[in-house]
């Protein structure tokens, strides 16, 4: 499986972005998906995650009321909204695919992931 995401840039505090991840070599529907983020020094971390069907999200208590994961299995692709963006979420963000059907915040449980994608927000 090959992962694409893209959408992130330079904004300001209070700005929204959308992050997408497109997939190909595989069905996404098959897996459970991630977005992670990594600022610098420090480790990687669970952003959210969404069920195969998309019935069920996940999300890290930084970024809840904030940001919405959603997934277009026809087309093969994963999004996540942030909305009121602050300093605080700059990061590389990253998508996965879950090596399980059930959720997962620990980065060990993604068997693939995609290049990421640089968010900065300033203040």
């Known amino acids: 499986v090959q992962l694409q995401a893209s959408g992130g840039g330079l904004v300001q505090a209070g700005d929204s972005l959308r992050l997408s991840c497109a997939a190909s070599?595989?069905?996404?529907?098959?897996?459970?998906m991630g977005w992670f983020r990594q600022a610098p020094g420090k480790e990687r971390e669970f952003v959210a995650g969404?069920?195969?069907?998309?019935?069920?999200?996940y999300y890290a208590d930084s970024v809840k009321g904030r940001f919405t994961i959603s997934r277009d299995n026809a087309k093969n692709t994963v999004y996540l909204q942030m909305n009121s963006l602050k300093p605080e979420d700059t990061a590389v963000y990253y998508c996965?695919?879950?090596?399980?059907?059930?959720?997962?915040?620990?980065?060990?449980?993604?068997?693939?992931w995609g290049q990421g994608t640089l968010v900065t927000v300033s203040s």
């Open positions: 969404i069920s195969r069907s998309g019935a069920r999200t």
């Open positions: 996965a695919v879950g090596r399980n059907s059930y959720a997962s915040a620990r980065p060990a449980d993604y068997i693939y």
């Open positions: 070599g595989r069905t996404l529907g098959s897996y459970f």
